[in-house]
């Protein structure tokens, strides 16, 4: 057999493997397809009302989401209604007044309170505003509950809606309060995240949602989905504002003790150039200060010697000695080594 009818051969062995191992394979796997949750995509993601604005926008509604508070129009439409993810406690009386004045006029205001609250006591504007008491229960039960909602049309006809509010505040003893407001209305929450992504098909607060923009129908529904935490400074004069203040006595006593004057005003020289003197009894003073003293008598009695050599009138002032010197006695040694370095008249 030739070469070329030996590869001819293999090659022929080869594909019939081949197409074996295809059939097998083809009969042995079998192929389907299956959904993979891949959580929220990159808008519901950074808006937490993303759901909410898809499905006011499919009902018929013109929503627009922002991130801050500062893109909000202003002046506010009083046809508009505006979700705001800011808790009330965030706002600064500005802010709150400026609301206010929106509703009066006959806007919408959603808006979720936080923190505990008595009237007129505390710095959450808005509350005091509406005079409107928060507090906190012992035992929270986050039950479904059920809320009903007077419709304007017919005051008779109340719709009831299972509600799952998940928070232990409450306002005026209640999970939520609607309020009027001049010609508009104002509508406190305890827990704003039933209408957020993950809970808004729960119960029924998909319908809730609905059913209080359509007390207000008509005009542009705002929703501001970014919470605004409040300063580390407001933080602290809201609940530590006694050790702040004290912190802060503590400070100015601690600067007014160290820029003190220490010691004596000193009488500013007049401008005429010193004299030699003058330093050298500066400088002697200040090592005498300093515990040189002895360093002062070794050099005059250094100099004394190298002046005196082989004549010595009284060795016992040029003797070193280790006993403590007063600046007297300091004095009358060196000015008895001063008599002694004076040439001889």
């Given at each position: ?65 922002v991130r801050r ?87 008779h006809a109340a ?187």
């Amino acid at each position: 057999m030739s070469r070329r009818s030996w590869l001819l051969s293999l090659t022929l062995l080869a594909l019939l493997l081949a197409g074996s191992l295809a059939w097998w394979l083809s009969q042995q796997l079998i192929q389907r397809s299956e959904e993979v949750y891949a959580g929220y995509g990159e808008a519901a993601q950074r808006n937490p009302f993303y759901a909410a604005e898809r499905l006011l926008t499919r009902l018929g509604r013109t929503v627009h989401s922002v991130r801050r508070l500062d893109e909000l129009p202003d002046p506010f439409d009083p046809a508009d209604t505006v979700l705001m993810a800011i808790p009330t406690y965030a706002l600064n009386a500005a802010a709150s007044q400026r609301l206010l004045d929106w509703v009066e006029q006959g806007g919408h205001l959603l808006i979720a309170a936080q923190q505990e609250q008595e009237p007129g006591q505390g710095l959450d504007y808005l509350l005091n505003a509406l005079h409107v008491r928060s507090h906190r229960v012992e035992t929270a039960v986050y039950d479904p509950v059920a809320v009903t909602l007077n419709s304007a049309a017919d005051p008779h006809a109340a719709p009831s809606f299972q509600l799952r509010f998940q928070s232990d505040l409450r306002l005026n003893d209640a999970p939520w309060l609607p309020l009027r407001w001049g010609r508009g209305r104002v509508t406190l929450l305890t827990d704003l995240d039933l209408f957020g992504n993950d809970r808004l098909m729960d119960h029924d607060h998909a319908d809730w949602l609905w059913a209080l923009l359509e007390q207000h129908p008509g005009g542009v529904v705002w929703l501001q989905y970014r919470k605004l935490a409040p300063s580390l400074a407001q933080l602290l004069w809201q609940h530590a504002w006694m050790p702040l203040l004290g912190l802060i006595m503590t400070l100015l006593a601690g600067l007014w003790h160290y820029s003190r004057r220490l010691g004596p005003v000193l009488t500013p020289r007049a401008g005429e150039p010193r004299r030699l003197i003058d330093h050298l009894q500066a400088s002697s003073r200040f090592l005498w200060r300093h515990g040189a003293g002895p360093m002062l008598l070794h050099a005059a009695r250094q100099y004394a010697q190298r002046r005196h050599v082989g004549a010595l009138p009284d060795p016992t002032v040029l003797e070193d000695s280790d006993q403590p010197l007063t600046e007297r006695e300091l004095i009358q040694i060196i000015q008895n080594l001063q008599r002694l370095n004076r040439p001889p008249s």
